[in-house]
RNA sequence: GCCGGAGUGGCGGAAUUGGUAGACGCAAGGGACUUAAAAUCCCUCGCAGCUUAGCUGUGUACGAGUUCGAGUCUCGUCUCCGGCACCA
């Protein structure tokens, strides 16, 4: 007896086998989830016997319940990874929760729950929708990551990071939101706010703590060529989030001070062009060169703001040290503190900003660079001052006025004037990156507390390894009136020292969450109970070595900058350690499109949801809605679906099949409740099929047992049916394989299904083609609606699980067609079609075409001048115009 | 402004990579079954015209081009969506 015989045995799950008319969706959906559950199908172990295939998706954040965003990604997940299994992987697939984050703590705020309770309950939930939806999780792997044995991990991270020195505190502005009280990340200010509660972002001068990101810059550029199984669109968004500009840095002689202004160009062409230069307001020498203070508290107040150029004059001369011309120096709002060095050297001719200043200001303006044609416009004056300039030239060309270095092209200049440079210690070649090092403290509770300690005596102290997890308290009021809530808690703030023991206190602030979600990958592998990174340093039998990297890893688009980028951030730190042998933890990542629903709103009682619209016309009012446009499912536009009541109604299985059939993954999906029910009809009309052949499938399936009396039966015995069945396996195959086209795979599905329904089998051949069509479509339907497929395997007789038959294969000679339709053109326009037998010679083709009267007639008087033949398709006669 | 992506029926979307445009689904119209409705099944369905069993034009945002042949390739224009945005 086979394993699956005694589970099925014990727990009766198909004891009863006789098949329902009905589609009852409820009934067999618990029933397999539970059937499933009972046998462990989706327990997963490394198995060297087989190509491991780790399918990935991101994990949620436990927000109470998931969204249609959830479905579609996790469907998408799912089907990846049952057709992987099908098709003899060893596939790890797991889930877990990210569920360290604000919504916990205002929930706390506002209801008085404790963040944990309120969290786990919110998981407990979850977990039960993705039940629901019959995903194929091993669950076993499940972390959490507001677990203190997943936190402790973040912990022992910034500790290796701080022994590294890749982690360090410093003072900075930081980007502060005044609802959230707290800091914001670069990448989580959109258009100056904040980007989960809108509120306008200010600066704040805060102490924080810092990852080394930029010292992996270079790497994780080089690192983007590698990324070949990444939407392209991705890949850019992360090179030009890295920012990488070359150039050099320049010391400009302040004139009467012993002292420097130190500039970065990427133009050093230009540099004979500088008419004055630009410090930015928070510049450490502006407090010494300024005497107008009130105009540089203006200057200052519009730093950021992108539509005024302002700027104030020193009274102060740089030296050109290239041509020894005394320049002026001004301070200017558009310069930025964060971007080089925080002053630049202005060339009006050849950049807008520094153009549209100089106008403002009446600075010269001094041409260096002209167009490599330009001989057809006027030449430029000798002393290369330009009045008529209307914008400046930002392309590269000749230099002129450039001393010994006019007449070279700008590509040749730069080379030669940065040598020049350096050759006099001037200043060196410098590459400058966009991207900052990434600030992760939080003042925040519900997050991971950073594991240091503030002596008196020995100043910052880092908490011992042994001590770890530094575990968040309890004790803790929720007011939500700023600061963080851990600087209230008696037992968490005061502490040992460890090196001396005397008094000190804890760091307050928390984890940026984006920490938890850089190395989880990695947990799944251990596993639930057994995370722990440093038996993994090195370690030859490496379960993460042998799962890692992800091969599909999918997810949002909006996580295209942040997540990933910080996941290769650290999976690079954990190779540093020996943790991991790669450095790149995403093989393949499919970026799924948004959910998105057209929008209704009442004149009187705004956004409504699409049950509160009966008839275009609000239910609350009868006033006429308004139909707004297409836009992603949310929650403040109220243009969305609830899953659990599309299960409710339709069943997981339809849900499911209308997500992965209304769009391809990749692009954006419309909503269609009419679409539903189209997926939902396909489910229940091949239930029909199934229920009409019940018995005579069952009969079928346990004679096609003997398999070679069954194979050379179908050989010799070749069908509509039987052909059509084969080429559905070989599209969807195709299409699954092709970046996962599931709405093609699907669509052929269906093509199949009508053509089932429609067929009445007669003859015994017809009866064996019938049942072999019913057996693949039910295997090749299975990774997209598992649980009618297992129902369905069951009626007709199969005693074992869908998902343990292999994913079938196609006979390419019983998939060819033994007619073909030859559309016949004359100068490339469609004039009739012939069916011909499949493998036509060119001439034979040829001929045919020409015979048929309609051709014959057309080609009547007229010369033929060549004929196209494209193999089995098409003929395209060319003949003389009349 | 810069960098990407996209534009195909009433709608969501197909089209073997240069070879039948509109697969599959939705909506719509007609019919069958029914006392009736729902469900189901069958038929029609890009647009226009005609001498209407059919035929002829025309059609993939717009305009050119390459080719025997273009939704697909090239150039130009327009529109929409995304990312970045004073990065020197």
């Given at each position: 007896?086979s394993?699956?015989?005694?589970?099925?045995?014990?727990?009766?799950?198909?004891?009863?086998?006789?098949?329902k008319?009905?589609?009852?969706?409820?009934?067999?959906e618990?029933?397999w989830?539970?059937?499933?559950?009972?046998?462990?199908?989706?327990?997963?172990?490394?198995?060297?016997?087989?190509?491991?295939f780790?399918?990935?998706?991101?994990?949620?954040?436990?927000?109470?319940?998931?969204?249609?965003?959830h479905?579609?990604?996790?469907?998408?997940?799912?089907?990846?990874?049952?057709?992987?299994?099908?098709?003899?992987?060893?596939?790890?697939h797991?889930?877990?929760?990210?569920?360290?984050?604000?919504?916990?703590?205002?929930?706390?705020?506002?209801?008085?729950?404790?963040?944990?309770?309120?969290?786990y309950?919110?998981?407990?939930?979850?977990?039960?929708q993705?039940?629901?939806?019959?995903?194929?999780?091993?669950?076993?792997?499940?972390?959490?990551t507001?677990?203190?044995?997943?936190?402790?991990?973040?912990?022992?991270?910034?500790?290796?990071?701080?022994?590294?020195g890749?982690?360090?505190?410093?003072?900075?502005?930081?980007?502060w939101?005044?609802?959230?009280t707290?800091?914001?990340?670069?990448?989580?200010?959109?258009?100056?706010?904040?980007?989960?509660?809108?509120?306008?972002?200010?600066?704040?001068?805060?102490?924080?703590?810092?990852?080394?990101?930029?010292?992996?810059?270079?790497?994780?550029?080089?690192?983007?060529?590698?990324?070949?199984?990444?939407?392209?669109?991705?890949?850019?968004?992360?090179?030009?989030?890295?920012?990488?500009?070359?150039?050099?840095?320049v010391?400009?002689?302040?004139?009467?001070?012993n002292?420097?202004?130190?500039?970065?160009?990427?133009?050093?062409?230009?540099?004979?062009?500088?008419?004055?230069?630009?410090?930015?307001?928070?510049?450490?020498?502006?407090e010494?060169?300024?005497?107008d203070?009130?105009k540089?508290?203006?200057?200052?107040?519009?730093?950021?703001?992108?539509?005024?150029?302002?700027?104030?004059?020193?009274?102060?001369?740089a030296?050109?040290?290239?041509?020894?011309?005394?320049?002026?120096?001004?301070?200017?709002?558009?310069?930025?503190?964060?971007?080089?060095?925080?002053?630049?050297?202005?060339?009006?001719?050849?950049?807008q900003?520094?153009?549209e200043?100089?106008?403002?200001?009446?600075?010269?303006?001094?041409?260096?660079?002209?167009?490599?044609?330009?001989?057809?416009?006027?030449?430029?004056?000798a002393?290369?001052?330009?009045?008529?300039?209307?914008?400046?030239?930002?392309?590269?060309?000749?230099?002129?006025?450039s001393?010994?270095?006019?007449?070279?092209?700008?590509?040749?200049?730069?080379?030669?004037?940065?040598?020049?440079?350096?050759?006099?210690?001037?200043?060196?070649?410098?590459?400058?990156?966009?991207?900052?090092?990434?600030?992760?403290?939080?003042?925040?509770?519900?997050?991971?507390p950073i594991p240091?300690?503030?002596?008196?005596?020995?100043?910052?102290?880092?908490?011992?390894?042994?001590?770890?997890p530094?575990?968040l308290?309890?004790?803790?009021?929720?007011?939500?009136?700023?600061?963080?809530p851990?600087?209230?808690?008696g037992?968490?703030?005061?502490?040992?020292?460890?090196?001396?023991?005397?008094?000190?206190?804890?760091?307050?602030?928390?984890?940026?969450?984006?920490?938890d979600?850089?190395w989880?990958?990695?947990a799944?592998?251990?596993?639930?109970?057994?995370?722990?990174?440093?038996?993994?340093?090195?370690?030859?039998?490496?379960?993460?070595?042998?799962?890692?990297?992800?091969?599909?890893?999918?997810?949002?688009?909006?996580?295209a900058?942040?997540?990933l980028?910080?996941s290769?951030?650290?999976?690079?730190?954990?190779?540093?350690?020996?943790?991991?042998?790669?450095?790149e933890?995403?093989?393949?990542?499919l970026?799924?499109?948004?959910?998105?629903?057209?929008?209704?709103?009442?004149?009187?009682?705004?956004?409504?949801?699409?049950?509160?619209?009966k008839?275009?016309?609000?239910?609350?009012?009868?006033?006429?809605?308004?139909?707004?446009?297409?836009?992603?499912?949310?929650?403040?536009?109220?243009?969305?679906i609830?899953?659990?009541?599309?299960?409710?109604?339709?069943?997981?299985?339809?849900?499911?099949?209308?997500?992965?059939?209304a769009?391809?993954?990749?692009?954006?999906?419309?909503?269609?409740?009419?679409?539903?029910?189209?997926?939902?009809?396909?489910?229940?009309?091949?239930?029909?099929?199934?229920?009409?052949?019940?018995?005579?499938?069952?009969?079928?399936?346990?004679?096609?047992?003997q398999?070679?009396?069954?194979?050379?039966?179908?050989?010799r015995?070749?069908?509509?049916?039987l052909?059509?069945?084969?080429?559905?396996?070989?599209?969807?195959?195709?299409?699954?394989?092709?970046?996962?086209?599931?709405?093609?795979?699907?669509?052929?599905?269906?093509?199949?299904?009508?053509?089932?329904?429609?067929?009445?089998?007669?003859k015994?051949?017809?009866r064996?083609?019938?049942?072999?069509?019913?057996?693949?479509t039910?295997?090749?339907?299975?990774?997209?609606?598992?649980?009618?497929?297992?129902?369905?395997?069951?009626?007709?007789?199969?005693?074992?699980?869908?998902?343990?038959?292999?994913?079938?294969?196609?006979?390419?000679?019983?998939?060819?067609?033994?007619?073909?339709?030859?559309?016949?053109?004359?100068?490339?326009?469609?004039?009739?079609k012939i069916l011909?037998?499949?493998?036509?010679?060119?001439?034979?083709?040829?001929?045919?075409?020409?015979?048929?009267?309609?051709?014959?007639?057309?080609?009547?008087?007229?010369?033929?001048?060549?004929?196209?033949?494209?193999?089995?398709?098409?003929?395209?006669?060319?003949?003389?115009?009349?």
């Open positions: 007896m394993r699956f015989e005694e589970c099925n045995e014990q727990a009766g799950f198909r004891s009863c086998n006789i098949m008319e009905k589609y009852n969706f409820k009934e067999i618990l029933k989830q539970r059937y499933w559950a009972e046998i462990k199908l989706h327990k997963t172990d490394a198995d060297a016997s087989k190509e491991k780790y399918c990935l998706e991101m994990f949620p954040y436990p927000s109470g319940k998931i969204h249609m965003g479905v579609r990604n996790y469907a998408i997940g799912d089907v990846i990874a049952r057709y992987k299994k099908m098709r003899g992987f060893n596939v790890l797991p889930m877990g929760w990210d569920a360290f984050g604000m919504p916990a703590e205002n929930a706390a705020i506002k209801h008085g729950v404790h963040p944990a309770k309120w969290t309950e919110n998981i407990d939930y979850m977990k039960k993705l039940d629901c939806m019959g995903l194929s999780y091993d669950w076993d792997r499940e972390v959490s507001c677990s203190p044995e997943y936190y402790k991990w973040n912990q022992w991270f910034f500790l290796k990071l701080l022994e590294k890749l982690a360090y505190k410093k003072a900075s502005f930081v980007n939101c005044p609802s959230c707290t800091v914001l990340a670069n990448e989580q200010v959109i258009d100056d706010k904040c980007w989960r509660c809108d509120t306008i972002v200010i600066q704040k001068e805060l102490e924080q703590w810092f990852f080394m990101i930029t010292h992996y810059a270079e790497e994780l550029l080089q690192g983007c060529d590698e990324l070949n199984g990444w939407p392209e669109r991705v890949v850019l968004m992360q090179r030009n989030w890295i920012g990488k500009s070359e150039g050099v840095e010391d400009f002689p302040l004139d009467g001070m002292e420097n202004l130190k500039i970065f160009t990427t133009r050093p062409d230009t540099l004979f062009g500088v008419t004055f230069m630009c410090l930015a307001p928070k510049h450490p020498l502006t010494r060169l300024i005497h203070k009130e540089f508290e203006l200057v200052k107040a519009k730093y950021g703001k992108m539509d005024e150029k302002e700027g104030l004059f020193t009274g102060h001369y030296i050109n040290p290239l041509t020894d011309e005394r320049i002026p120096v001004y301070i200017a709002n558009f310069v930025l503190m964060g971007y080089g060095t925080g002053a630049i050297m202005s060339v009006p001719a050849h950049d900003r520094d153009f200043f100089a106008k403002e200001y009446g600075i010269p303006i001094k041409v260096v660079i002209v167009p490599e044609n330009r001989s057809q416009s006027a030449p430029p004056r002393d290369g001052l330009e009045a008529e300039m209307t914008e400046a030239f930002e392309d590269e060309g000749v230099l002129i006025n001393g010994q270095f006019s007449g070279l092209k700008s590509s040749e200049a730069k080379a030669k004037i940065i040598k020049y440079i350096e050759d006099r210690g001037m200043g060196k070649g410098q590459i400058n990156y966009k991207l900052r090092d990434w600030g992760i403290s939080r003042q925040r509770y519900w997050g991971t240091v300690v503030y002596c008196k005596k020995c100043g910052i102290v880092s908490v011992p390894e042994k001590d770890l530094v575990i308290p309890e004790d803790v009021k929720f007011t939500g009136t700023g600061g963080s851990l600087a209230e808690s037992v968490f703030l005061k502490v040992k020292c460890p090196e001396c023991g005397g008094e000190a206190m804890r760091e307050t602030d928390t984890m940026d969450t984006f920490v979600s850089s989880y990958f990695v799944y592998c251990l596993g639930k109970d057994s995370i722990n990174l440093k038996s993994e340093i090195k370690n030859p039998q490496s379960e993460i070595n042998h799962w890692m990297p992800v091969d599909q890893y999918i997810g949002g688009i909006e996580h900058v942040l997540h980028l910080y290769r951030f650290f999976t690079r730190v954990m190779r540093d350690l020996g943790i991991v042998d790669f450095s933890p995403f093989e393949n990542l970026t799924q499109g948004m959910v998105c629903k057209e929008t209704f709103r009442c004149p009187e009682h705004d956004w409504l949801f699409p049950e509160e619209v008839n275009s016309r609000c239910v609350h009012c009868s006033k006429e809605v308004e139909k707004g446009r297409v836009e992603k499912m949310s929650k403040s536009r109220k243009n969305v609830d899953p659990d009541a599309l299960i409710n109604r339709y069943g997981a299985d339809t849900m499911r099949l209308f997500s992965l059939f769009a391809p993954p990749e692009r954006d999906l419309e909503w269609s409740d009419k679409g539903v029910e189209g997926a939902y009809r396909f489910l229940n009309k091949l239930w029909g099929i199934v229920y009409k052949y019940r018995n005579e499938l069952c009969v079928m399936s346990n004679e096609s047992k398999n070679i009396v069954y194979t050379s039966f179908i050989t015995h070749p069908s509509q049916l052909r059509k069945t084969h080429q559905t396996i070989k599209r969807v195959t195709d299409d699954i394989e092709k970046d996962y086209h599931f709405n093609t795979a699907i669509a052929a599905l269906m093509e199949l299904a009508n053509e089932l329904s429609a067929f009445v089998p007669e015994e051949e017809d064996f083609a019938f049942s072999f069509a019913i057996k693949n039910l295997l090749m339907l299975s990774p997209f609606a598992p649980h009618i497929s297992e129902e369905l395997w069951q009626a007709i007789g199969e005693k074992n699980s869908i998902f343990e038959h292999p994913w079938p294969v196609w006979d390419e000679v019983l998939a060819r067609d033994e007619e073909v339709e030859l559309v016949v053109q004359v100068n490339g326009k469609l004039r009739t011909v037998p499949a493998g036509l010679s060119d001439d034979d083709a040829k001929e045919t075409a020409v015979r048929e009267p309609k051709i014959k007639e057309m080609l009547n008087g007229r010369q033929i001048k060549k004929i196209v033949v494209v193999k089995g398709r098409l003929v395209n006669i060319v003949i003389s115009e009349r």
